[in-house]
């Protein structure tokens, strides 16, 4: 394999950085509602934000409805040297915006359109200019911004299904000591979600998400062309539902993230083409989530997950220094004026403590080291029912 040179080394950090659904993904695309319940809502019902999460779900709407809002995350990771602790640092944990929209029109008895717009990949990591690793990485500033109208139907009483547009718009900025890489793509994808209801205290719900192929083209130093294609991967949601209990709703969702389709990376400036062997693998999220309602008006949310990271020890670098991770979650619904309600949820992740990829010690044994990252998510939604 060839080294990287500065342009293909900022281009693989911009790939790797927009791919890691599993290894960087904060549950932040769904609404305050959806992250109180840590994101194990596939099998509910009646919920705006499965817009996203499984529109079949709100097949036979009865009103519109439309659900607005933002996560907000803090992201604080250290870095230990092994070599020195002159060495050390810690990334920037600045406050960063992800907002969300989702929208619910009924169309008949038994159809019903959606939509959902939101960022479900999406990272900025911001090291400082003269740190150990600045040859590496010191900015990476990437977003996904995904556009997904949707058709639920009906089917049965007890069965509905949905089919989707995924219109993915990608954006990255990429900062190291001596280049700076940016580059964009609109691309597609489909989704397709099933929901069935065969008794009145349990529900399931399943979701497909298809791959996404970005061609991501720009500019390095805003110079030389660089270029890179990569597929998102799929992914596959089960979730199961019940309110067997007066007052509690229990959800549990399984997602399957496809990572295995990255198994290399292609790099291609004017003056050489570079591939890199990336073998990831396919990994399994685990998500719980309780909500219990306080009479008419107001809900408490609980959730916990537990994620898989899909990273080879190997490849671990300071723009995705992901390892295994789990969530701790908690929120409130209240609802106000009949039709408005008002949704709020924090988050508290932590992640296995994991040593610098041996790809990058190999190069570089100065760079020998841990990271250690947790992270803070608020999410605040505004939601009216016409």
Known sequence: MKKWTWGGVALTLIIGSAAMGAGFQLYTEGSAETLGQAGAVSGRTNMTSQAWYNPSALAGAKRPALMVGSAFASIHTDFKSAVSPVADDSMSDEWRMIPHLYYVQPLSDKLTGTLSINAPYGLITEWDDGWTAATIATYSDLEAIYITPSIAWQVTEILAVSAGLNVVDAKADLQRTGSRVEGDDIHYGGTFSAHLQPLDDWGFGLRYQSRVKLDITGKANG??????????????????????????????DLVWTEWSTYDE????????????????????????????????????????????????????????????????????????WNSM??????????????????????????????????????????????
């Open 223 to 252: 110079t030389f062309p660089a270029s890179a294609e990569l597929e998102l991967p799929s992914t596959v949601n089960f979730g199961v539902a019940n309110t067997t209990i007066k007052n509690l709703t229990l959800g549990l």
């Open 265 to 336: 990376l292609s790099i291609v400036t004017p003056a050489e083409v570079v591939t890199a062997s990336k073998d990831w693998d396919d990994v399994i999220s685990i998500r719980l989530g309780a909500e219990y309602a306080l009479g008419e008006d107001w809900k408490i949310r609980g959730g916990y997950v537990w994620d898989e990271s899909p990273i080879p020890d190997s490849t671990r670098a300071p723009e995705m220094p992901g390892t295994d991770r789990q969530m701790i979650t908690m929120g409130f619904g209240w609802q106000f």
């Open 341 to 386: 309600t008002l949704d709020a949820a924090y988050a508290y992740l932590w992640a296995d403590k994991g040593d610098m990829g041996t790809d990058n010690t190999a190069l570089n044994p100065g760079l020998a080291g841990s990271f250690e990252t947790t992270t803070h998510l608020l999410a605040v939604s505004l939601g009216y029912t016409f």
